[in-house]
């Protein structure tokens, strides 16, 4: 392997292969940065719009009462009415604060939604209509303040029409990323983490949907041209490179027996445009540096409007009783990243695998049923510490097809033993795997010292043949998957961590991957945590003295 990218025009494709193998990280060599911690440039964490009209939303006075595993069952609660308070409650539990943390004098926000390095790149847009308590429009979600800025309004005809058009309550949310939070610590490699943190922050919103009734589906016909112009990016003036890239538009509405959502009507986004936008943004560094390779890779992997892929899910086994679990909000509220494992860890081999098993794509359960395309990513575990199963490296098969090609693509030493009954789950090779776990994500202990760790290896040269705007959904399938473990280690008593910094290659050597038709896009692990004392804990809201809302 080996592209580079050169002053000669690369189709497409070419380029997104190019900036893959350039942004790898190598035992000899990082992906370039700018290999030091610029203080004077941090980013602000929040973008903020002054000159906008700011809505304060309502705290939560109460979670909504689902059981954990219901997140993941075909049984969707009531919806919930659509007002200023459950959208409000929708995105504290998906995108607000989780809490504050402090050591000394440094103190940092913590959010729903993880993100690489914690710099939170991806901000959050609405297109609001007939929500009670709400005016029709596009808003800026805050987390920092929980408000809504209104960026535009909306004519009554607009609004009207569009409520027409989806037969139904519901509204759309958009996901776009400020680049620069990211490549301001990782350089080149930054588009890449600003990926996986919108497939975190869709799981999130997909999570909380269903903790409101309501369901998300990614919205066909929409290029990154139009999502630029309905989101009024063309008619903002940003600071020099913090322009924000439109990602991601979803409808959030109670489930219809339609499981994909309809286009936009006719003509819509010209009409939305058509209204001036409100509100300066805020100024996120006091100078930014361009990296021209991320700029590249943007524009190969615009969205089109042709995108739209049918996913034809399977339906998730029927749950044998009722489930029986802890609260699905504090769930949500108390997933951290772990800093550090006690080795000593173990977890039974009965939820090791039904954990593993949580990662399956299934219709109409969240957060991997959104419309997206069908899973392009099967599971690559060193197993450290799981009773009653050997140590080893296994794979986990997300998709019937990957079984086969995985098994011809891989070393052919692996003995692909089943290793349990009722899961595409295979024995590759016994061992003990715990140095070269850590070893392999960048020599961080902790995919070491975890009870498992993984590596997402994803279906790669064939989805992006003349697909390259697929680069950006294997990222978000990767940090979809991702958001599922870090819930499951919750839920049952342990603790998760997102790993995007691993030596690429390496892995793919490992397991005996010689070219690119499958790429390693992301790394997780799982353990027994243990704590930092000197951390102190604050929480999520006490700065705004506001009172929380029943609803
Ligand atoms: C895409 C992604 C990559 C990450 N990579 C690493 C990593 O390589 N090492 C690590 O210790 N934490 C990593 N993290 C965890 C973040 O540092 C963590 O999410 C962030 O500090 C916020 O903390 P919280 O998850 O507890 O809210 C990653 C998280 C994400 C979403």
Same mark, same amino acid.
Request: charged share 20%.
């Given at each position: ?23 790898? +990280? ?14 004077? #440039? ?10 906008? *009209? ?5 705290? /939560? ?14 049984? $969707? ?35 729903? #939604?993880? /993100?690489?390095? #914690? ?20 808003? +800026? ?27 139904? &309550? ?37 999570? /909380? @949907? ?18 630029? +112009? ?5 008619? *903002? ?7 924000? *890239? ?18 936009? &009507? ?21 100078? !930014? ?11 190969? *992997? !615009? ?6 892929? =049918? ?14 679990? &802890? ?42 049923? $959104? ?5 392009? $990513? ?21 998709? &019937? ?22 899961? =595409? ?9 715990? @140095? ?5 994500? !960048?020599?961080?202990?902790? @995919?070491?010292? /975890? ?49 995007? !910094? ?39 809201? @006490? ?9």
């Amino acid at each position: 392997m080996g592209f580079a990218l050169t002053a000669s025009p690369l189709s497409r494709d070419q380029t997104v292969y190019a900036y893959h193998e350039r942004t790898k +990280h190598h035992y000899h060599r990082m992906a370039r940065s700018s290999g030091y911690m610029d203080w004077a #440039n941090q980013p602000d964490p929040f973008r903020r719009y002054a000159g906008a *009209t700011s809505v304060s939303l309502p705290l /939560s006075w109460s979670d909504p009462d689902l059981d954990y595993h219901a997140l993941f069952s075909m049984d $969707i609660p009531a919806p919930a009415p659509l007002s200023k308070g459950t959208v409000a409650a929708f995105l504290e539990l998906s995108l607000g604060l989780s809490a504050w943390k402090a050591i000394g004098r440094d103190r940092w926000a913590l959010r729903i #939604n993880p /993100s690489s390095g #914690n710099l939170h790149p991806t901000e959050a847009y609405l297109l609001l209509t007939q929500v009670e308590g709400l005016a029709d429009g596009l808003y +800026h979600y805050g987390p920092e303040k929980h408000v809504l800025e209104k960026r535009r309004a909306l004519t009554r005809k607009h609004a009207g029409a569009l409520a027409a058009h989806f037969e139904g &309550p519901g509204f759309l949310v958009a996901l776009s990323s400020v680049i620069w939070r990211e490549a301001w610590k990782y350089g080149e490699r930054a588009f890449r983490y600003c990926q996986h943190d919108i497939g975190h922050a869709l799981a999130a919103l997909g999570f /909380s @949907a269903r903790l409101q009734g309501w369901c998300l589906r990614s919205l066909p016909g929409v290029d990154e041209k139009d999502l630029a +112009h309905l989101l009024g990016f063309d008619d *903002t003036a940003w600071h020099p490179q913090e322009e924000e *890239t439109p990602e991601v538009l979803v409808r959030v509405a109670p489930p219809t027996a339609n499981t994909s959502a309809p286009a936009l &009507p006719e003509g819509f986004v010209q009409a939305v445009a058509a209204q001036s936008v409100q509100g300066q943004p805020n100024q996120l560094s006091p100078a !930014c540096r361009r990296w021209e390779a991320i700029h590249d890779v943007l524009a190969a *992997t !615009c969205q089109e409007k042709s995108a739209a892929a =049918p996913d034809h899910l399977p339906t998730a086994p029927a749950a044998p009783g009722k489930p029986m679990g &802890p609260s699905a909000a504090a769930v949500i509220r108390q997933r951290r990243s772990a800093v550090a494992f006690d080795p000593r860890g173990r977890m039974k081999r009965g939820d090791f695998f039904r954990m593993i098993a949580r990662t399956y794509a299934f219709a109409d359960c969240p957060p991997l049923d $959104i419309g997206l395309g069908a899973p392009q $990513i099967s599971l690559l575990l060193f197993v450290h510490q799981v009773t009653d199963l050997a140590a080893g490296l296994y794979m986990f098969i997300r998709r &019937p097809s990957h079984r086969e090609a995985l098994q011809a693509a891989c070393d052919p030493a692996f003995r692909w033993q089943q290793a349990a009954e009722d899961l =595409p789950i295979f024995l590759l090779q016994k061992g003990d795997y715990r @140095a070269t776990a850590a070893e392999l994500a !960048c020599r961080q202990e902790i @995919a070491g010292s /975890s009870i498992f760790s993984l590596a997402m290896l994803a279906a790669f040269r064939k989805p992006l043949e003349n697909s390259p705007w697929r680069y950006r959904r294997l990222f978000w399938e990767a940090g979809q998957i991702g958001q599922v473990l870090y819930l499951e280690a919750e839920a049952r008593g342990y603790r998760g961590t997102g790993i995007g !910094c691993y030596f690429d290659d390496p892995v793919h050597d490992l397991i005996g991957i010689s070219d690119n038709s499958w790429q390693d896009l992301y790394h997780f692990t799982v353990g027994r945590p243990i704590e930092d004392p000197r951390l102190q804990t604050f929480p999520p809201y @006490a700065h705004l003295k506001r009172a929380p809302s029943g609803s």
